[in-house]
């Protein structure tokens, strides 16, 4: 079974303001897991795409995610593992997994050692207030290191 190796990303301009620190950790994931997620994302858009701007954002997500999505099948068939940046469209694409303790293995860097999904707990966050607020998930190791977060709504 190939895996999908990734760097959590620590530097996320848009959740700067976590109150919590983020490891960098390592994190290992079903490579099939992910490409189904890169496949149904580009299934659903598909129709949509050809009325996007090219210079749009979304656009140039769709275009990187069709190309991931035909790098981890070819990967898969292959049988080969396959290690990407976590910034790209890696660290926001698993966040289900990642929520749902569907990752194989999570390194802590701060414990120096690699935990089974089974090992880790999630754990909602939330800060601000009225219209500036946001919140979301994070996924902590046993003696409670942040090694994934994600932010999941804004007011
Ligand atoms: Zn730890």
């Known amino acids: 079974m190939p895996f999908l190796i990734f760097t959590n990303p620590t530097d996320i301009g848009a959740y700067s303001g976590w109150d919590f620190e983020v490891l960098p950790a390592r994190i290992t ?3 099939e897991d992910m490409r189904d997620i890169y496949s ?3 299934e659903s858009w598909r129709d949509y795409v050809s009325r996007m701007s090219k210079e749009s954002g979304r656009h140039k997500e769709y275009v990187r995610v069709s190309e991931l999505a035909r790098v981890l099948t070819h990967a898969l068939e292959q049988g080969s593992d ?7 469209y890696v660290w ?7 929520f ?6 999570i390194v802590c860097p701060s414990c120096n050692r690699q935990y089974g999904s089974a090992e880790c707990s999630v754990e909602k966050w ?4 009225g219209l500036a607020a946001e919140g979301g998930r994070r996924v ?5 290191h942040t090694l994934y977060s994600c932010g999941e709504w804004c007011s």
């Open 82 to 88: 396959i290690e990407l940046d976590g910034h790209d």
């Open 29 to 31: 994931l079903r490579l």
């Open 140 to 144: 902590i190791c046993p003696s409670g």
């Open 40 to 42: 149904s994302y580009v």
């Open 100 to 105: 749902d303790l569907h990752f194989v293995t």
């Open 92 to 98: 926001s694409f698993c966040s289900e997994l990642m």
């Open 126 to 129: 939330a800060y601000g207030s």
